[in-house]
Structure formats: structure tokens, C-alpha cells
């Protein structure tokens, strides 16, 4: 229980006093000041400040009375086995998976086979723009007039879409009047029955799309394109995209050689640049990168030194770095401030460019240099190799400067022999028709070259290099995936290239996610057609592995490296702005090393292995088992970890007699006085009482009458669609007749109702306190501002009764946590913003712990040394396991309290 009270002014001069105070309910101090010094003047300060917070939480809360209603309670226990949890959630999890695979190789055998079909009838295409094509065939999400008629809010979509047809979303730098992206428009139309054949089959199912080699990209449900400040829409290339890049391109150490020399200055520069931006925005965070300028110092034709010399762009000179977003922003800031000047220098950029690709960290598995240059061995009158010399006729300007090529060839092709794996190099001969020393050096080392006349559109001119590394990802997949027959949950069930991608931040607005993408090739041709890509939100995960956890049982999901994708010590991933930065499991489960034995579960883990490891004393302090098993071929794992009394399951049930119990309302007070809620529930909103901009409570609706309830996402069976629902007097109207109803709660997946089992008998459990909030009278009485009760169910009851944010959940606030680590303790909270609106609060909050079960003689027997467990007799509080301030006494028996944590309770004091 929490309450919220005023800041008083010697509390803020006093806050390094305050921290010392923080769950304490004595003070500390082992030597008393004398009064009258500064040391004793502050120690008395301390006292009193102590004594007034103590003070108030007796008053305040009630925890005692809250305690006793706990207490007459009644409960059921259930005994829990994580290895059957586990097991449970590996196999639920699987065909979750599985659904979604099967949708995705459903989506690519029909692009297959409507690309195949139009190769067959090519000539019958006569189409030549987009606005010829029929209706029905092309909605265009740039395209106002173009847009389905049927947009509407989703709330699993996070905004309004069309589930009747798909959209059409062309790349920026596309010609619209390509005939290649006007026949992709044309014969993608064939996948809308699909895209909803697979709605129908997985409601679950997220985005379904198809991107395309010609830059087009068609997604399901269809949807207007987002828009910048400016109100034009953003641009979108697929191709450039996470699950695109992915799925066509494995891990890949990739250096970018751009010619830097004064004969590239002006738009063959721009064009270099773009060709580097363009490769480094399709990396990934699994590849290595590094970008060389290469050129040299020389004399002007007045005999003028100017330096110039090889730099290695990135902060690291001597290795590549991991493709990351950081990095990646890095060198594309440090490229575009790059401009053209000095001699051609190629040999010493070469050699570079090896010792780079020779270096550690790196992949290993594919070695690439990317070379701009306009191919050109001189770089003008004004670049000089000598500084000139006078004569008696005067000056004579130094040699101009002629590239010798040959040195470059022979530094290659010995540098290249010892590398493992050998370097394909890619040439770019921007706009110039010295084709001889690019050429020759691409095709002596299996790759090709390339002329770019402009730098438009340059994926698709830089096709040479994308189509090889597709067809390199495809092939490696085949041989890899025909070598793993061991895996069970083999994914060539589906699809033999496609993968699942690592997490990415979603860019249609559903934060953070992973893809399973598809590529796609012709049966009739050979030739790549482009990637299908199905997605599964992240916050979906981990809502359905946090809906298996109660008590103090938590999990996490890492990927094969150990890296953390979801812990409850992490920011939501609804909350991220960027791809996430993951670290590895040890830094949130281990301190320093310690304990030892989780690195035992952190290497089986990342060998995917299902398994059971108990640990004595875990971070937390607690004793705790781990649960662990991977899924999706071991590319992922997830463990429960769950402490000794997390292995029996208490659950609240409703009181038989609810006579004493009145109603209880939810906290969209506003919505009572809607049509729908008069109609349903007349007379209800003059009841509350709502009083609205109370001089305590400015902007606020509130009511002195009732407390109100709030029940966060997690009490929900559907946590998104409650998160993204905005029909508020609907969403007021269920929660009402279900918190105050009397139908039989069955739990979500046998009841099919909206809250989860137990939420209802949580609410009824604590509206006793409603009363002895409203009555109390103590001298502090008008520093409170609310008084609440936060439960683990997600159940939030506060007075006076006001409304919570949408996301707020009592369980993941400061409070909640600080108290759950001291939960005998009193625990004090520094300033902070008070989420529902009346500024600056301290909290102070107690927890109450679970009504006893009381244990038979031969069970507390157990106990013959030490503190007594919940439930066996006692005489003095330091008796117990458990010491709430509650005391050893509860109602009419001498008992220790449960060890179960319940609620917590708190007063905020503004």
C-alpha cells in the first residue's frame, strides 16, 4: 500500500538523509550525537523526520486492517513444476512459430507461381502506367485518392488498416513508370487472397508483405504510409530493410575503397559517397565493415605541398567494427564530410584494406571490398609529383602525376592469396570510361564490375552486388540446412532458405519485433524475385511468457549468443526507440561472477539444451531453480526462474459471502456519464459523485465517495488489444460488470473472458479498506493525496478514486519494486512526477503478505533452529521468517505471516 503526501521543505534540504531512511523502520545510527553540535543537531533532525514518516504510515495506510482482510481470505493452493511449465510453453511457443512459418511459405509459393505465370505471358502485359491497372489491383499508400475505403482502427495494428485489401508502397528513388515495377504492382495483386486466407487461419498473425528486387513492397492489412513533419510521406525501400538484408545476405566482413583523388571531385564524388552509404544501409549487425580514402600527398603546379595521406574512416584504424546502428551512423557521417582532393593512392589503400580484412573481430565467413573509383591514372594540371624546380628562363612545375596501376594488381593478387576466406572485389567506375584497371581487378578476383553514370536508384544499379550475395545466402542456407537433419523443429519443413531475423524495430509502428523472411527465385527462371516477410511482435512474447509466471517467478528470452531480447530488468520493448544494443544474460543474473554456477546455465542455453539447475543463492539473494529450453532450432531460449516458495501456487478465491461487500468502480469516472453506461447502468455516475478541478486536484476528475479500480494490462488476457483499445465507455461498461459481477471466473483460455482468473477476487478482497480510508482522521490527514493498494494480479485500488494512465501497472512502479526488496520494511521514495497529474509526490509503502495457511505440529517441527515458517505459532515478532509490522499476532491467533508476498500499500504525500 502506498500514499502520496506533501514535500515539506526540511525533507528536500534533508534528501542525503532521506536515501539513509529509505526502508527502515529504525534508525541506524551505532554513536548518539550530542545535541547542540551539527552532528547532533542533524541526528536529531533524522529522528524526527523518521518518527513524523512512521507516524504517518500508521496512520495512513492501515496495513494492520489491510493484513486482516488477507487473512480471513480464502485460498487455494496449487503445486507447480517448472519442467512441466517448460515444457509447456516450448510447445506453445512452437506452434505459435509454426503458424506463422507456414503463412509466410504460403505467401511465397503464390508470388512464385504469379511471377512464374506473368514470365509465361509476358507479351499479354500491356499496362504501361500505374494508373491503368484496375482499380482493385493497386492501393497506393502514398496516394490519397488511392487508399482502401475501409480503413479502420485496430487496435493489434496500433492504427487504422483495411483487412479487404493490401497496399502498395514504392521506394522513393523507383521510377513509378518502370515497366518492371508496374508488372510487380500487376501480379502481386494475386497474393490479396492469400494474405487473408492467413488472417482467417492465425488470428495472431501481424503484418504479411512481399518486398520486391524493383524497390515495391505490398502489405496486409493495407495501410496509409506514415507522414514526416513536414506532412509528406516517408520514404520506404525494402530492400534496405532488416528481414530483406537478412534473408539475402549472410555474415559478411565487407571494407569500402573509395578513391578519394582530386579527378574525383564534384558529382563522381557524390555518386562514390552514395554507392559507400548505400552498401553500409544494407549491413546488418551480424556483418563487419570498415571504409578507406585512399589517396596521397603532392605539389601543386607552383611547387605548393599539400598533404593528403590513406585514413581509415572508422574509430577503429586497425580492425572492422559490428555493423551496428552506432557505427553504421558513424561512418555515413564521416563519409558525407569526406571531399576530393590529393594523388591517387591505391596501392596503400589496398594493403589496408587486407590487413583490415585479416583482423579480429570478424566474421569470417565472406570477405568483400567494394571499390569506388572513375578508374582515371592522372588527376589534372594542378597535381603535381615533384615540387619543380627554377631555371634561368624561371620556374618548371613537377612532373605531372601518372598512376602506375601495375603495383596495385601485383599488391591484390599476393595479399589476396593468403586470405582466408579469398576477397570478392566489386568495382564502381563512376562516369568515366576507363574501364582496363577496374574491371581487370574485379573479374581477376570473382567478382564484376559496374558503370554508374548518376546516383539515383542505385540499389538497382548495384545489382551486381545485391543478386551475389542473395544468391551466396540462398545457396548457404541450402548446403546448411541439408548438413542440421538433427534439429526437430527443422524450419525447411516450410521454406529451405528462409530465417528468422534478430530483433528489429518495427518502421510500421509495432515496435520492436523479429521476422520470419522468405526469399524467394523463380522455378521457371532461377532468378530472385524478392523476400516475403511475416512478423511476431516481441511484446506478444513476452506477454505470453510473463502470463505463465505468479509470485516472485520471473523469465527471460536470450538469443544463441546470449544476448538478452526480453528480462524484467529491461526497458519494455514497447518502449524502445532504436534497435536494441543487447547485453548478455551473466550481466543481469550474475554480480561480479557471482553466483558461478550460472554460467553452467547460460552455456547450455546458448547450445539450446533443455534443462533444470537450482542455485543456492542466487543475485536476488534467494534461493532459485532455473527452468530453461530453446525454440525456433535453438536460435532462441527462455528460462523461468522461480524461488523455494514460488513451488506452491496460492491463488485468492472470492468471498462466499459478499453481503459486506459493496460496488466497486473502475476508473474511467468520465465514462459513467456516457450514453452507453446511463443506459446500462442507470443512476451509477450520481452515485460516484464526480467532483472535477477540487483546489487539491486541479485538471482532475475525482471522487470522495468511492476509491476507484484500475486494472493494468497484465490483467487482461488480450494485454494489447486492451492497450490500443479506445472505445473507453465499452472498455468501462466490461470491466464494471466484471469486477462487480457474479458469474463463475474460469481464467482466460477455458472462460474466454476478458480478465484474467483472479482479478475479480482480488478486487473484492480489498474493498473493505475502502471504508477506513475514507473515515480515518489523523493530524496529517490533508499531506495525503492518495492512498492505494497495488496488487501483483495488477489490480490497482486508490482513494480518492481517480483515473490511472492507460499502461500505468502498479507492479513495475518504483515504489512497488523498492518495496518488494524490504518487504518488512517501510520504504520511502525521493521526489518524483505523479503519473496521474498532481505533481511532485513522496511515496511511503508497506507490503502485506498472503493470508496464512496454518501448518500442522510435524511441519513446524521442521523448523527447530532459526526463524518460524508462515503459518506456525509464535510469540514475539523475531520469531518469524517473514516480519511485516503487522506483528506476530493476527486476529484471534499467534502466528507467523505468510511468505508469500500480496500487496503493497502506500500513502503519496505532496
Aim: glycine letters at 6%; a neutral charge; one cysteine or more.
Amino acid at each position: 500500500m502506498v500514499i502520496q503526501l506533501k514535500i515539506l521543505s526540511v525533507l528536500t534540504i534533508l534528501a542525503c538523509l532521506l536515501s539513509d531512511l529509505v526502508a527502515v523502520t529504525r534508525y541506524r545510527a551505532e554513536e548518539k550525537q550530542e545535541i547542540g553540535t551539527l552532528a547532533g543537531d542533524v541526528q536529531n533532525w533524522a529522528m524526527l523526520i523518521q518518527n513524523y514518516i512512521l507516524q504517518l504510515a500508521s496512520d495512513g495506510i492501515k496495513r494492520d486492517l489491510t493484513q486482516s482482510f488477507l487473512d480471513k481470505a480464502n485460498y487455494t493452493s496449487e503445486k507447480k513444476n517448472g519442467s512441466i511449465l517448460v515444457q509447456n510453453v516450448k510447445a506453445n511457443l512452437k506452434q505459435y512459430f509454426e503458424d506463422k512459418m507456414g503463412a509466410a511459405k504460403r505467401i511465397a509459393d503464390s508470388v512464385r507461381d504469379a511471377y512464374d505465370e506473368y514470365e509465361d505471358n509476358r507479351n499479354t502485359f500491356v499496362v504501361k502506367h500505374l494508373r491503368d491497372l484496375p482499380f482493385d489491383a493497386y492501393y497506393d499508400s502514398d496516394v490519397p485518392d488511392k487508399l482502401p475505403k475501409d480503413l479502420e482502427f485496430s487496435p493489434y495494428f496500433r492504427q487504422p488498416v483495411s483487412f479487404l485489401n493490401s497496399t502498395i508502397k514504392i521506394a522513393d528513388e523507383v521510377p513509378r513508370s518502370n515497366p518492371d515495377v508496374i508488372n510487380t504492382v500487376l501480379l502481386t495483386r494475386k497474393l490479396e487472397d492469400t494474405f487473408r486466407q492467413n488472417a482467417a487461419k492465425d488470428p495472431l498473425l501481424r503484418w504479411q508483405y512481399f518486398g520486391s528486387t524493383t524497390g515495391v513492397t505490398r502489405l496486409y492489412p493495407g495501410r496509409e504510409w506514415s507522414t514526416n513533419f513536414a506532412g509528406f510521406y516517408d520514404d520506404y525501400d525494402p530492400r534496405v530493410r532488416p528481414w530483406y538484408i537478412q534473408a539475402t545476405s549472410g555474415p559478411k566482413d565487407v571494407i569500402i575503397i573509395l578513391d578519394c583523388s582530386l579527378s574525383m571531385k564534384g558529382e563522381k564524388f557524390s555518386i562514390a559517397k552514395a554507392v559507400a552509404k548505400t552498401v553500409i544501409n544494407t549491413l546488418t549487425k551480424q556483418d563487419y565493415v570498415n571504409v578507406i580514402c585512399a589517396r596521397n600527398s603532392h605539389w601543386n603546379e607552383v611547387g605548393k605541398w599539400h598533404f593528403y595521406d590513406t585514413q581509415v574512416l572508422s574509430c577503429q584504424k586497425e580492425s572492422m567494427v559490428p555493423a551496428t546502428n552506432a557505427y553504421r551512423k558513424d561512418l555515413k557521417e564521416k563519409i558525407s564530410k569526406l571531399k576530393a582532393g590529393g594523388t591517387s593512392e591505391l596501392e596503400k589503400g589496398f594493403d589496408t584494406a587486407f590487413d583490415l580484412l585479416k583482423s579480429v573481430p570478424r566474421t569470417g565467413c565472406l570477405s568483400i571490398i567494394v571499390f569506388a573509383t572513375d578508374g582515371k591514372d592522372t588527376d589534372g594540371e594542378d597535381v603535381r609529383c615533384g615540387p619543380g624546380y627554377y631555371t634561368r628562363s624561371g620556374y618548371v612545375p613537377g612532373p605531372i602525376c601518372k598512376y602506375n596501376f601495375s603495383s596495385v594488381y601485383s599488391v591484390v593478387m599476393e595479399k589476396n592469396k593468403y586470405l582466408l576466406p579469398n576477397a570478392r572485389i566489386f568495382s564502381y567506375l563512376i562516369v568515366e570510361d576507363a574501364e582496363k584497371f577496374p574491371g581487370q581487378l574485379a573479374c581477376d578476383h570473382n567478382g564484376s564490375m559496374k558503370k554508374l553514370l548518376t546516383g539515383e536508384n542505385l540499389i538497382t544499379q548495384m545489382a551486381n552486388y545485391f543478386e551475389f550475395l542473395s544468391e551466396i545466402a540462398i545457396t548457404s542456407n541450402t548446403v546448411m540446412r541439408k548438413t542440421k537433419r538433427e534439429a526437430p523443429e527443422k524450419e525447411s519443413t516450410f521454406a529451405e532458405n528462409a530465417l528468422w531475423t534478430a530483433p528489429y524495430l518495427d518502421s510500421w509502428g509495432l515496435n520492436l519485433m523479429i521476422t520470419y523472411a522468405v526469399p524467394v527465385t523463380s522455378k521457371l527462371t532461377g532468378k530472385f524475385i524478392g523476400v516475403v516477410g511475416i512478423d511476431a511482435t516481441l511484446d506478444e512474447i513476452e506477454n505470453f511468457l510473463k502470463k505463465h509466471q505468479w509470485g516472485s517467478v520471473y523469465s527471460f528470452l536470450i538469443n544463441s549468443k546470449a544476448g538478452v531480447i526480453f528480462h524484467p530488468k529491461l526497458k519494455p520493448s514497447t518502449k524502445l526507440l532504436e534497435d536494441p544494443i543487447y547485453i548478455r544474460i551473466s550481466g543481469l543474473e550474475q554480480d561480479n561472477g557471482s553466483p558461478a554456477e550460472f554460467s553452467e546455465i547460460e552455456d547450455a542455453m546458448m547450445r539450446g539444451e533443455t534443462g533444470v539447475k537450482f542455485i543456492e543463492k542466487a543475485r536476488d539473494g534467494k534461493a532459485r531453480t532455473y527452468f530453461y529450453a530453446s525454440i525456433l532450432n535453438k536460435e532462441y531460449s527462455f528460462a523461468f526462474s522461480l524461488a523455494n516458495e514460488d513451488m506452491e501456487f496460492r491463488r485468492s478465491q472470492e468471498p462466499l459471502d459478499r453481503s459486506h461487500i459493496g460496488e466497486s468502480y473502475y476508473n474511467l469516472l468520465k465514462m459513467y456519464s456516457s450514453p452507453l453506461l446511463r443506459k446500462e447502468l442507470p443512476g451509477v455516475f450520481e452515485r460516484i459523485n464526480v467532483k472535477e478541478n477540487e483546489e487539491r486536484y486541479p485538471g482532475l476528475r475525482i471522487t470522495y465517495n468511492h476509491s476507484t479500480i484500475f486494472l493494468a494490462p497484465q490483467s487482461h488476457c488480450d494485454p494489447i488489444k486492451y492497450s490500443y483499445n479506445d472505445s473507453l465507455a465499452e472498455k468501462t461498461l466490461d470491466a464494471h460488470l466484471w469486477i462487480n459481477g457474479i458469474q463463475k471466473d474460469k481464467g482466460c483460455e477455458i472462460g474466454h473472458q476478458k480478465f484474467n482468473k483472479g482479478v475479480r477476487a482480488d478486487v473484492l478482497i480489498t474493498y473493505p479498506i475502502e471504508k477506513v480510508w475514507r473515515e480515518r482522521t489523523f493530524e496529517s490527514i490533508d499531506q495525503i493525496k492518495w492512498t492505494n493498494v497495488g496488487l501483483r494480479s495488477g489490480v490497482f485500488r486508490t482513494y480518492p478514486g481517480h483515473r490511472s494512465t492507460r499502461n500505468y501497472d502498479p507492479t513495475q512502479r518504483p515504489w512497488y519494486l523498492r518495496t518488494s526488496s524490504a518487504p518488512h520494511k517501510t520504504s520511502v521514495s525521493t521526489p518524483y512526477m505523479d503519473s496521474a497529474g498532481v505533481g511532485k509526490v513522496n511515496t511511503i509503502s508497506q507490503a502485506v503478505f498472503e493470508g496464512m495457511t496454518h501448518k500442522n505440529e510435524e511441519e513446524c517441527n521442521q523448523t527447530t533452529k532459526g526463524p518460524i515458517m508462515g503459518g506456525c505459532p509464535c510469540n514475539v515478532d523475531s520469531d518469524c521468517y517473514i516480519n511485516p509490522s503487522s506483528k506476530c499476532s493476527h486476529l484471534q491467533w499467534s502466528r507467523c505471516p505468510c511468505n508469500y508476498l500480496r500487496i503493497f500499500l502506500g500513502v503519496a504525500h505532496l
